[in-house]
Nanobody, 128 residues
Framework: EVQLQAWGGLVQAGGSLRLSCAGSGLNFADYDIGWFRQAPGKEREAVSCISHVRGNIHYTDSVKGRFTISSDKAKNTVYLQMSGLEPEDTAVYYC??????????????????????WGQGTQVTVSS
């Protein structure tokens, strides 16, 4: 079970926020972890991913240079540090896990939405 523990909320444009995704019932070391988001009226999209086995990290173009994904293996937690937030980043954010053998976190596949386990979403609102 992937339990998303995140403290999203309201932030002004240009501000920062850190989301956390804590794993319960599965060892993140054996999984690729992805962050996704869904804005009102839009389809869910991939934001970033990290592979603990291969060390891969990928970002969608719109967040490169502003968002940073990281992990704390001891805490079985993956973080998404978001800086330079823009109103367009307003969305419900989700984390999800896929077994590392699926090679989910790879350049050609990290934007797919088929994941083994999803966490609950958390709202992030960026005001202009």
């Amino acid at each position: 079970e992937v339990q998303l523990q995140a403290w999203g909320g309201l932030v002004q444009a240009g501000g920062s926020l850190r989301l956390s995704c804590a794993g319960s019932g599965l060892n993140f070391a054996d999984y690729d972890i992805g962050w996704f988001r869904q804005a009102p009226g839009k389809e869910r999209e991939a934001v970033s991913c990290i592979s603990h086995v291969r060390g891969n990290i990928h970002y969608t173009d719109s967040v490169k240079g502003r968002f940073t994904i990281s992990s704390d293996k001891a805490k079985n937690t993956v973080y998404l540090q978001m800086s330079g937030l823009e109103p367009e980043d307003t969305a419900v954010y989700y984390c999800a896990a896929d077994p590392s053998w699926s090679y989910y976190c790879s350049p050609r596949t990290f934007q797919r939405l088929q994941m083994n386990t999803w966490g609950q979403g958390t709202q992030v609102t960026v005001s202009s």
